[in-house]
């Protein structure tokens, strides 16, 4: 994880009961998590050991961003910085979700162009308002690698109008986490599933939530098992 800044806004029906908010409630963080700031690992990937080795090796992947949101408005001045230490360490990859994917143009690099090889950019749908919304924009930019995560999963959607496997590289789709947690209904991930098959674009299924219904039963299945029981269901793609 490198997360530069820290805290975040709502603002869909997916931030509902953003685990963000409730770790920092939980933690007894001192500021609001809808504060925006800098944090101690901003240069995170350039940092040295005593010998003045990076202490990250080149092949390192970095989960950017998931205590906040990288596009959020808050970190314009700051984010520069961060492409630069992306270019610097052109030897390791980097992922981030987004859920403000109309935000992307007026964020990115001069010298981005159709995208760094090493970046690679993920935006979330997590009901079919949002996915009307966000997908027609997040196709028509400039991305390299694109990953559609449809998390938390809160009814059935329908991507079929954007599965271009050209152009997307898998989609992930998960429940919500949490005493409160909407549950996610397994029907929903196989349909969603299926639609990826028909376009053979890979499917991965990373988490179940904490509220499974699964033949009209509903399972609680605590934090710990979560991404363990996703993977036991045994349905993921390689398209």
Not at 175 to 189: C, F, I, M, Q, T
Request: hydrophobic share 40%; net charge positive.
């Amino acid at each position: 994880m490198w997360n530069p800044w820290h805290g975040c806004h709502k603002i869909s029906q997916g931030c509902r009961h953003c685990y963000v908010f409730r770790e920092d409630a939980a933690f007894g963080t001192a500021l609001s998590s809808d504060t925006v700031r800098k944090t101690s690992s901003f240069e995170l990937p350039l940092r040295r050991d005593r010998k003045q080795n990076l202490k990250f090796p080149a092949g390192t992947e970095f989960a950017l961003c998931f205590t906040s949101d990288f596009l959020i408005e808050e970190a314009d001045e700051w984010r520069a910085r961060i492409w630069e230490i992306i270019r610097l360490r052109a030897d390791c990859r980097f992922f981030f979700i987004t859920k403000r994917i109309d935000r992307l143009v007026r964020c990115l690099p001069p010298d981005w162009h159709e995208g760094y090889d090493n970046v690679a950019i993920g935006c979330t749908v997590e009901n079919q308002k949002m996915a009307d919304y966000r997908m027609p924009l997040f196709m028509s930019l400039p991305i390299r690698h694109r990953l559609v995560i449809v998390a938390p999963m809160l009814e059935r959607v329908d991507l079929s109008a954007w599965l271009d496997p050209a152009k997307i590289e898998c989609v992930s789709a998960g429940g919500e986490s949490g005493k409160y947690a909407r549950p996610l209904d397994y029907g929903w991930v196989l349909d969603l599933r299926q639609q990826c098959i028909n376009h053979r674009v890979s499917f991965n299924f990373h988490q179940t939530g904490s509220y499974l219904v699964k033949d009209g039963r509903l399972y609680t299945i605590t934090r710990q098992y979560q991404h363990s029981q996703a993977a036991k269901a045994n349905i993921n793609f390689d398209g």
